[in-house]
């Protein structure tokens, strides 16, 4: 079955920038989406299809995808972007949607 | 706007069976795909199930193993999810999703809490 692996923590200072990976062999020909969870939420689509935002994303979230990596890339961090976030694919070969574990922002 | 409502939650003991139900509105239900995913205690999102609009495709999880039947109703606005043989490892927060089988889930309910226990 499909895997997708992210760092289970990411740590990053009030204004700067963080990465976010999430790696599956060769990911780069799916197409990736990305959610943000806060604690007691429901996770909320924050990018799709790689790299576009739904209406209301602030165009500080942005994705990329590429060879056996996508990235989540959140620029001028704010402490309200403290969330966990997971990745998710759907997997052609076996008929089955697929989450990264997720990964657990931290806002210094 | 659009509202994901799950209800049928509860307490059940190992072996017994619970139905979930989703109800829609704010969009147009029958245009989009439905999907369940569960979150067990302190743990991420796992995939359960997907149903296409009209319903004449079905994908599960390997995990259930034939134990859950996904299901809709179109002309009710509402998604529902029967799970017989439960086990404690089936304890989790059940949220409905809409969106495309393949993704992205546009949608999400707030969930409704599953307790397998004796």
Redesign the interface.
Known sequence: ?YVLTQPPSVSVAPGQTARITCGGNNIGSK?V?W?Q?KPG?????VV??DSDR?SGIPERFSGSDSGNTATLTISSVEAGDEA?Y?C???D?SS????????TKLTVL | EVQLVESGGGLVKPGGSLRLSCAASGFTFSKYSM?W?RQAPGK????VS?ITTGGTLI?Y??SLKGRFTISRDNAKNSLHLQMNSLRAEDTAIY?CAGGA??????Y????TLVTVSS
């Open positions: 079955s197409s989406h959610y969870q939420q429901a996770p909320v689509l799709y299809d739904p966990d997971y998710q694919v759907w052609s008929d089955h949607m697929v989450f990264g574990g997720g | 999907n995913v991420g999102l796992e995939w997907s994908y999880a390997d949220y089988v393949a993704g992205p889930f546009d999400w309910g707030q969930g």
